[in-house]
């Protein structure tokens, strides 16, 4: 099949259930940001942000492995048994400690009466673990459609039961006509809990997704090759460097927020933040997808001898997408987005959203371009890259964030500046780095013509003010046509060419 058909279509796939599946999860947003304060929110996004950190170091970069070895390695149940056994093993070490020193932990992130919210994450946290290799397995073995079966019954699981605490529990006790069904209520339901039930239905659905990924287990020889293991902890030992300073680019300044601004205002700022940044969805989904798509593609298409040209091409359709992406996100904010994702207590946050719009953007560049040490196994460099990101991270942060007492001069708006700074400069290093130990001949004419043309006709749309809603519409829609002709017009003979 052809190389870009056959990316295209397993990212059509992952997307369906990336969509679907964030689309479903984002119509919770509606859902919190109206019947949660902006502080409750702030409590949520705190521990899912100690939640993103965590699981990097639980999975160790085994995922990645995974694949590298599992292209290697003829005996491929000798890969996965051994990765996974790895993983059951430090999961279950895992679960053990911190379920003993769960109350410690709750008083030294300052959360002493919950001990109950660390119990629930850490049980949600190895779950989560033991899934990550089962889903590379089917993904290595371009088994899409199961994995997005099973990933969709998850996010399925965990809405319908957000919807049934935080919505038809309360709506049953308030109605006496449903006493038949008040009973069960009762049962299940505690009238004094709120974000609680959103922890709750994420260990539940964690738990049903290991459940569907049980089949993946059957073949699996339980016997772990000492000597293949040492080998794909070598190769995954600086991804887990990597991993972590990229969880700290992407989740801490919700963390720094929580503890670096006056305690009276910091929840309801990691809220505002936190939900605002929920508008990069079209973002954040098609990165995704393409991500779990193009990982093993790329392994698989090393293997071919126009290897570098595929990439270069990809890279030119990738940077197409996501500045039209951007740029139907930017249009469309005000009219639909910002009214339907997010309650109307959370719109003072709607300038961060450009800012964090573009850092994604450059984020999911990085994560094209990083094939590169992947491939020639230099891992160091993904460690290396992704720590001057995190370490960029952290100084804007606290320059960017401040300790005055009483006032706040940069808040959540230094936190998306941070963020796009470090996204940026990871990109440009990983290209400048890439180009002296696998040089592909990327099209920057194009990279920076697609982008700067979208940005172009974004600032048109920002300048362009119209009161007439179907007029601004149409316009908006005017600006998205133009973007679309341009890139038909120019890539027509590169489209023709390719099929």
């Not at 680019?249 to 940044?277: H, M, W």
């Not at 706040?408 to 400048?432: K, R």
Request: aromatic letters at 18%; hydrophobic letters at 55%.
């Amino acid at each position: 099949m052809n190389p870009f058909k056959k990316l295209a279509g397993q990212t059509a796939i992952y997307g369906v259930s990336s969509i679907l599946g964030r689309l479903l999860g984002y119509l919770l947003v509606p859902l919190y940001t109206r019947m949660f304060l902006p502080a409750d929110y702030g409590t949520v996004s705190v521990f899912y942000s100690y939640a993103a950190f965590l699981v990097v170091i639980l999975t160790y970069g085994m995922e990645t492995a995974f694949f590298r070895f599992n292209e290697q390695e003829e005996d491929k149940e000798k890969v996965f048994s051994t990765g996974m056994i790895s993983l059951i093993f430090s999961s279950l070490i895992f679960l053990f400690v911190s379920s003993v020193f769960a109350s410690n932990v709750a008083r030294w992130i300052d959360y002493a009466s919950h001990p109950e919210y660390v119990r629930w994450f850490v049980w949600m946290l190895a779950l989560d673990a033991l899934s990550r290799i089962p889903f590379a397995r089917l993904r290595a073995q371009n088994k899409s459609t199961l994995f997005a079966a099973i990933n969709l019954t998850s996010i399925g699981v965990n809405i319908g039961l957000n919807l049934f605490f935080i919505l038809l529990c309360p709506f049953c006790l308030r109605h006496e006509s449903w006493a038949a069904v008040n009973s069960l209520v009762h049962f299940v339901y505690r009238s004094d809990w709120g974000i609680e039930y959103i922890f709750i239905s994420n260990v539940v659905s964690s738990a049903v997704t290991l459940i569907l990924l049980l089949p993946q287990f059957m073949d699996m020889k339980w016997k772990v090759d000492k000597k293949l293991l040492r080998t794909m902890l070598i190769y995954a030992f600086p991804l887990l460097f990597a991993g972590m300073a990229g969880i700290v680019n992407e989740t801490f300044d919700r963390l720094l927020l929580r503890y670096l601004l006056p305690k009276n205002i910091a929840l309801y700022q990691v809220g505002i933040y936190s939900a605002c940044y929920k508008i990069s969805i079209l973002m954040t989904i098609f990165v995704q997808a393409y991500r779990y798509a193009a990982e093993p593609f790329f392994f698989a298409q090393a293997k071919e001898k126009d290897a570098k040209i595929v990439y270069a091409r990809i890279m030119d359709y990738f940077i197409i997408t996501v500045s039209f992406i951007y740029l139907v996100t930017m249009v469309y904010l005000d009219d639909f987005i910002m009214k339907k994702l997010i309650g109307e207590k959370y719109w003072e946050g709607r300038g961060v959203i450009p800012i964090l719009m573009m850092a994604n953007l450059f984020l999911g560049v990085y994560y094209n371009l990083s094939i590169w040490y992947k491939l020639t196994s230099k891992t160091m460099w993904g460690a290396w890259l992704s720590l001057i990101g995190a370490v960029v991270t952290l100084l804007l942060n606290f320059w960017w964030i401040p300790l005055g007492a009483d006032h706040v001069i940069h808040g959540y708006f230094g936190s998306a500046w941070a963020t796009f700074i470090c996204y940026g400069l990871m990109m440009v290093l990983s290209y400048l780095i890439g180009q002296h130990y696998f040089p592909v001949k990327y099209n920057l004419l194009k990279f920076f013509g697609y982008l700067g043309f979208a940005l172009f006709l974004y600032t048109i749309n920002v300048y362009v003010k119209m009161d007439a809603g179907i007029i601004r519409i149409g316009f908006h829609t005017f600006l998205l046509a133009v973007f679309a002709s341009v890139v038909y017009l120019l890539e027509k003979p590169g489209l023709s060419a390719s099929r």
